[in-house]
Structures are given as structure tokens and as C-alpha cells.
């Protein structure tokens, strides 16, 4: 079963956590024999090269003290990898974030259920809330009682208290009473400070870059570090190779103001080209993320028209999956 939800112990839902940093980041997924260039190569090639033979640790020391990415992605010489691609699809939309006439928030659950978590991943409730989200039209299958005790990476959907310990994932109303819906992760796993360090010196090496751009919700985000370590590492070293333009890091209804790392990114730009306005970039760039192994491998890439939206399926300890990658 699926790993979910987010780290332990934090400030009040929707504030950023912050660590100093005091150690050097970990490894992270790598592109191989591409060098890095000042401007955009127009060629379909420019990022596939990381399908083509051995690996390039690209140095992230000229932006970060000590940074470096090890590789994690090699390939034939045909192109292929050990990595399933995600799907491409022409197009996005958001699962509707409220309903306005069902009492217990089941509509607006179900579609992040469907679009938040990986198909092994459970909801455990009471009995009560159960009954609620099913007749909602929540899949039964996705839902085990919550009497039978805590599960490894299962979440808890609860009407009332958030339980001790628990942290708040997503949130919906239920305009009957008033009161809300809410997706905790009972048992959520902390960061330790090695990797919160790490996640800090890459948010900052992408703050570094100019091509990052300077949106300042963007910069919000980055500057707390509070960003998916799986994400930020496909991120920096994107940016370490060609530079990446992140237009926003936008959250599933439901999640707004949640104090969960950002795990989803529209990108709009790649060594400086738009994408999907720059049809080779856009290309290079697919290819790129579906060459990716785990923990690396984005669960949905969709091309929007402003920009290529990535996203990860919700787990309890990203920061941990990706230590046990590098080491």
C-alpha cells in the first residue's frame, strides 16, 4: 500500500514549516550527456540526450555550496528506460472543489480522491461518514473502517476534532450543518533536518536562477522550501541543465491553505522557451519526466494551454522516499 499524506508535526494549517540548513542536498533525478546551454537549442534533442547513455551528474555547486545531483536515469541507445511515462493529455481540469446541495462534502471528495492519491491508497472512516461518502458516491472500495485500528499510508476522513497528532490534508465543506469534511494523515512522518536542509538548499538554487522567474507567490513557496522533495528534485535539476520557468504551484481544491508540501507545478518554460507554445521544448520536456524512475516518476503530466502541469500522488513521507533513492 501507498505511503500518504504529509510530514509531522507543523505551525497552524496553510504556514509554512522552516528549517535551517545545515547539510549539503541529497541526490536527485539527473538528465545524462546533455551539456548545459546558455539559450534554447530549437531541436527536439535538446533534452534527450537523458534517454541516451550515461548519466551526467549535473554539478548544482554553482548554485548551491556542495550540490551535487547523482545520477538516476539511464537508457538504451534507442531511447528507452526502465521508467513507465506518465499520461500526456491535451488537456486539464480541477475536480470541483464544493457542492452547494450534498450535506456531507462527498462530490468534492471523490474527485480528489480520484486525482490526490494512488488507486492503493485507502480512506479509513467511522461507520457514520462511511455511510455519508458512499452514498455519495465515494467507491466503497476505496474506504475501510476506521474501527479497525491505523493503517500503514492510509488516510482518515473525519467530521469534527482533528485527532492528536494528525495533520490536516484536504478540507471540504458540508453545507448542511455548516461543519467540514476533513482528510488527516494520522500518522504523519517528519522530515528530518538532513533532509529539510536539503529541501532548502534546492528551493534556494531555483531561487537562484533567474529563468525561475519571479512570481511572488512562486517565490513564497519556494523561499519556505514547503515543496514536495520528489518535485523539487525533478525541478532543480531541470533548472540546473536548462533553466525552468514556474508560472504556480497550484493545490487540489480541498488543499487550499493545507500545511502540506506543494506537490504539483505549471511549468512554462524550458531554457528559456515556452512551453507548449514551443512545440520541440514542450516535446524534449514529456519525454524528459516519462523517462523518470520512482521515485522520480510523476503520476500525471498534462499539457494545459499555460504550461505543462506536473504533478505526485499525495504520500505521508516524500522526503524519505527520496533518501532511500539516493542512498
Known sequence: ????????????????????????????PVPARAARRARHRRDSGRLRPLLRGAALALALAVLVTAAALVPRLTGDADGSTGGAPPPVPA?????????????????????????????STDLAASAGVREELTGAGVPADRMRPAEQGPASGSLLAVVGPVPPGARVVARFDRP????ELLVVDPAPVEPTAEELSRRRALADALLANPATGTDPTVTDVLGSAEVDARLLSLLAAVSAQDGVGIAAFPA???EE????????????TVGGAPVPGDPAATEALLTWLAAQLPPYT???????????????????????????AAG
Open 1 to 28: 500500500m501507498s505511503e500518504a499524506a504529509g510530514p509531522g508535526s507543523a505551525g497552524p494549517a496553510g504556514r509554512p514549516r522552516h528549517a535551517a540548513p545545515d547539510d549539503d542536498p541529497a541526490p536527485a
Open 176 to 179: 448542511g450543518d455548516g461543519s
Open 298 to 324: 510523476p503520476h500525471a503530466v498534462e499539457v494545459t494551454g499555460d504550461g505543462v502541469l506536473v504533478s505526485f500522488h499525495y504520500v505521508s513521507g516524500p522526503d524519505a522516499l527520496v533518501s532511500r
Open 91 to 119: 488537456a486539464s481540469g480541477e475536480p470541483t472543489a464544493r457542492s452547494s446541495t450534498d450535506p456531507t462534502g462527498g462530490p468534492a471528495l471523490r474527485g480528489w480522491l480520484a486525482t490526490a492519491l494512488a488507486p
Open 252 to 254: 487540489l481544491p480541498g
Open 257 to 268: 491553505g493545507a500545511a502540506t508540501p506543494a506537490r504539483r507545478v505549471l511549468i512554462d
